[in-house]
């Protein structure tokens, strides 16, 4: 998924949550729409079992391995051909999950593709990790980050979800 906002992604995981019968983990009230986009809403944590977005800690956790880390410059490697899709080599475009290698757990595109819209925040607006195919190699490294107002989208932005203990 890609071309989504910070908004699009939480519903999507409260849907997805229903449709599991699971908790949610998020209340979301208030919803103003523009169009086709949500503008804003009220957006609490209720701490269902539901699905999520990953924390940024966690997100980073994912993407190095963290307690066994190699100290790669990517998401498991330090040569970004092997594992990511970014500027130099994806013609523009997101790529199928899968055909670069996947890093030390087994989860491919950390680092390129698509940059993944979080749960953490920055001056208000919501922090996106990753790189994508779109981004210089420099951005594609483990140590980037950036932010956006939550009602924005990016044609190289999507999300991974992860479920709540």
Known sequence: VESVTWYDAIMYCNKLSEKENISKYY????VIEDGYNIKSANISIIG???FKLLEDKEWEYA???KKKSKGYKYSGSDDIDE???YYGDAGSVSHEIGIKLSNE???YD???NVCEWTNSEYNQNKIFRGGSWYDSLSQC?????THSE???WYIYVGFRIARSK
Request: hydrophobic share 40%.
């Open 150 to 152: 939550p009602g924005f």
């Open 63 to 65: 993407a190095k391995k």
């Open 27 to 30: 209340k979301i009230t208030n």
């Open 83 to 85: 594992i990511a899709w």
């Open 48 to 50: 269902g079992k539901g």
């Open 141 to 145: 490294e483990l140590k980037e980050w």
């Open 105 to 107: 757990l087994g989860i």
């Open 110 to 112: 950390m680092s390129g």
